[in-house]
């Protein structure tokens, strides 16, 4: 008994959706190393893949702002019980298009301001390897294992985003009422995650595991 036309369609449209989904490239973290240096700080090196994919990258156009988040923790094995998290760091990175210069800015965790001509030199920026200062190592015993867990976070819009440009377009628009974004940034926080990520504006989040090391095995980068 041959299968029904309509079945078979389905089917092989089934398919080529899910090759072309597993086939493309997506935000992830491609690599995580960890080092320390002469003081006995451990840093950790991160790759990014792919982080301005195309909603972000549509947000970005229209001159709405971002925000890049890289949440190191560093933890400690513990035989026959939890491992313990001994510490946890941040950094951010906020970018922005200039609509009318026609530039991508990008202000790093040090507050300093990286300028480029294109989105793609804007991706190729944050592809680049990037290393975070974590924690001083002197509290860890040299043979405890350890590794690091990060998780890098993109928000093409956050609430403290929306105010900022909220109070951009007030001095565009007489009622402050008036502006857009308003509706937003006037709701409870809770309230505000929920339209952004209906709207489409939601996290992009994704996480990996460093392997595991030592103290005494780290190689030490110069700083």
Not at 106 to 132: C, F, K, N
Not at 147 to 174: C, F, H, K, N
Not at 185 to 196: D, K
Request: proline content about 7%; some cysteine.
């Amino acid at each position: 008994m041959r299968p029904a036309p309509r079945l078979v369609t389905l089917t092989l449209v089934g398919t080529l959706l899910v090759t072309f989904v597993t086939g493309a490239r997506a935000f992830s973290l491609a690599s995580v190393q960890t080092s320390r240096d002469a003081s006995a700080r451990l840093w950790v090196a991160v790759r990014l893949e792919r982080p301005i994919e195309g909603g972000v990258a549509r947000s970005l156009e229209r001159g709405m702002p971002a925000t890049l988040t890289l949440d190191v923790e560093l933890w400690r094995r513990r035989e026959g019980w939890f491992d313990r998290m001994e510490h946890a760091s941040r950094a951010t990175f906020r970018m922005r298009h200039d609509v009318w210069g026609e530039r991508w800015r990008v202000e790093d965790p040090d507050g300093h301001t990286l300028v480029v001509a294109t989105l793609d030199s804007l991706q190729l920026l944050l592809e680049r390897t990037i290393d975070l200062p974590v924690a001083p190592l002197d509290a860890l015993a040299p043979d405890a294992p350890c590794y690091v867990v990060v998780i890098a976070s993109l928000r093409p819009l956050d609430v403290e985003d929306a105010e900022e440009v909220e109070g951009w377009l007030s001095g565009e628009v007489r009622d402050r009422d008036k502006s857009g974004l308003r509706v937003l940034t006037g709701l409870p926080r809770s309230l505000f995650e929920a339209a952004r990520n209906f709207a489409g504006f939601g996290d992009r989040r994704v996480r990996r595991i460093g392997p595991t090391f030592t103290p005494s095995q780290l190689p030490v980068s110069p700083r």
